[in-house]
């Protein structure tokens, strides 16, 4: 379907769901608007027969990250689907990539962590000696030490790292902006990717973003998404990964740790706590252990 222009493909889509689906108004517009997403993530270009399975998991993934709600992703998800069924109808693609993806599971559900020994075993299946090396440890350390969001971290502006304060300024969502502590471990793997010829030369209008391509262009959310994924392979970790698992991770640590959850609410850069103690995990074990210890029946005078 190479060189079909996506607008002229997108009315003729609108009138399939019309005509032929007699899908609501409600539901037409909800469904052009799902595809419109799609298209935008991928970038002009891209034919749709060339989209993967593993682009669309990316996709969902990156709902996942930006905090789409689980009943919010399952929708978009039924309106890809509908639009992959439309383009095997008309013959515009060989196999449709979306008939083995599942739709996320409803409810409560919180995502899997990572434990401290995990990350350490991602990192150490980083080639150090690849080009990109470098520039990937210091990705994966700052994803969990700052617990930033995918959109946060290929944004981050070099400026906006604070090697003597030990600080890094975010710009969050509505471009308000926080600041995070970031580690000593973090910030010497910034300055190795920094020193010589670790980092790219920067194309024009991207001199102050923190992390680049071989090209020299910033990140998007999508190779952050298989930058993570494939290490946790290397790792032999069996769970399921994405980049907002190091930031449940990192939430869940400083949890642990003792750290009170208004402070973990202002590193998230939640505007709510209620949105914090979503992602808040304390495993039964350690709560029944607490609960055991601390109750006043179970005190021994």
């Known amino acids: 379907m190479a060189g079909i222009d996506y607008t002229a493909l997108r009315k003729r889509y609108e009138a399939y769901i019309m005509l032929e689906r007699g899908l609501s108004d409600n539901t037409r517009v909800g469904y052009l608007s799902d595809i419109d997403r799609f298209a935008g993530y991928f970038g002009a270009g891209r034919d749709f027969d060339t989209i993967t399975p593993e ?19 399952a929708r978009i998800l039924s309106g890809i689907k509908s639009f992959f ?5 008309e013959r515009l693609i ?15 559900r919180l995502p899997d962590i ?3 020994g995990e990350i350490d075993d991602m990192i150490a299946a980083i080639d150090i000696s690849k080009a990109e090396g470098p520039r990937n440890r210091a990705i994966i350390e700052m994803l969990y030490s700052c617990g930033l969001r995918v959109s946060e971290l290929v944004n981050l502006e070099i400026n906006n790292v604070n090697f003597d304060e030990r600080i890094v300024t975010v710009v969050g969502k509505g471009n308000k902006e926080r600041v995070v502590p970031v580690s000593d471990i973090s910030l010497a793997l910034v300055r190795e990717y920094l020193r010589g010829d670790q980092r790219p030369s920067p194309r024009k209008g991207e001199e102050n973003i923190l992390f680049l391509n071989r090209l020299g262009r910033r990140l998007t959310r999508v190779m952050i998404f298989y930058i993570v994924k494939d290490l946790a392979e290397a790792a032999g970790i069996k769970k399921v990964i994405s980049p907002h698992t190091l930031r449940h991770s990192f939430a869940t640590h400083l949890l642990e740790g003792g750290a009170n959850l208004r ?8 505007e709510s706590i209620s949105t914090t103690e979503i992602y808040i995990h304390l495993d039964n074990t350690r709560l029944r252990d607490e609960i055991l210890t601390f109750h006043p029946r179970n005190l021994k005078g």
């Open 263 to 270: 402070a973990i609410q202002q590193m998230l850069g939640h």
């Open 114 to 116: 990572l434990s401290v």
């Open 55 to 73: 682009d669309i998991e990316a996709f969902l993934g990156d709902l996942h990250d930006l905090g789409i709600a689980p009943r919010s992703q």
């Open 85 to 89: 069924k439309f383009l095997r109808l």
């Open 94 to 108: 060989e196999t449709n990539p979306t008939l083995l993806i599942d739709g996320p599971r409803l409810g409560r």
